[in-house]
């Protein structure tokens, strides 16, 4: 299962090179990947938020080895390319305000752990409505459900949770 390992490369947040440079380095070919418009603010900073959930990711996998493989992150939200592909995802289940990553292991009296994952301010956007009743909808149903800012609190909410002595869950046969 060496495939749901840790990403063997650690990317620092302070690497960040344009497509141009990269290029000019020699790390990638031209012809290899799209040119990329510019970007706005708001895209800017849900890359950087992106950056920053995937070291959460990476740095959970490499402390917890052993349950590191089980955080997900949920691609809920984003831009889509058209409207049917919209109404297709919803058909499918896909919802507005779904937490972005889920720790299925249940620690503490709680079934999961949910995280809203949002960047370090000031790259932070604020909570939507609907992250609020997804977060809310959660906790009601016996799920420890956080908003995360950032790499540092984002991990030492996973590791407190990670900390609490297991949920015992009993299984079908036993009751």
């Known amino acids: 299962m060496s495939f749901l390992g840790p990403h063997p490369i650690q990317r620092p947040l302070s690497m960040r090179v344009s497509r141009e440079e990269a290029i000019q380095r020699g790390w990638i070919r031209c012809e290899d990947?799209?040119?990329v418009p510019n970007q706005s603010r708001r895209s800017k900073k849900s890359d950087i938020?992106?950056?920053?959930?995937v070291?959460?990711?990476?740095?959970?996998?490499?402390?917890?080895?052993?349950?590191?493989?089980?955080?997900?992150?949920?691609?809920?939200?984003?831009?889509?390319k058209n409207r049917y592909e919209g109404w297709r995802l919803k058909r499918q289940g896909a919802?507005?305000?779904?937490?972005?990553?889920?720790?299925?292991?249940?620690?503490g009296g709680f079934h999961m752990l949910w995280i809203e994952f949002k960047a370090r301010p000031p790259f932070d956007a604020p909570v939507t409505?609907?992250?609020?009743?997804?977060?809310?909808?959660?906790r009601e149903q016996g799920?420890?459900?956080q908003v995360c800012?950032?790499?540092?609190?984002?991990?030492?909410?996973?590791?407190?949770?990670m900390a609490m002595p297991p949920t015992v869950v009993m299984m079908p046969s036993e009751r």
């Open 33 to 35: 990947t799209p040119e």
């Open 129 to 138: 409505p609907h992250q609020a009743e997804w977060i809310r909808l959660m």
């Open 49 to 53: 938020e992106a950056e920053e959930q």
């Open 95 to 107: 919802r507005k305000g779904v937490s972005d990553l889920l720790l299925p292991v249940a620690r």
């Open 55 to 80: 070291v959460v990711v990476d740095q959970f996998r490499v402390e917890y080895a052993d349950v590191g493989y089980l955080l997900i992150h949920i691609p809920n939200g984003g831009s889509r």
């Open 143 to 145: 799920c420890q459900a």
């Open 149 to 161: 800012l950032g790499v540092d609190a984002a991990m030492a909410c996973l590791r407190t949770y």
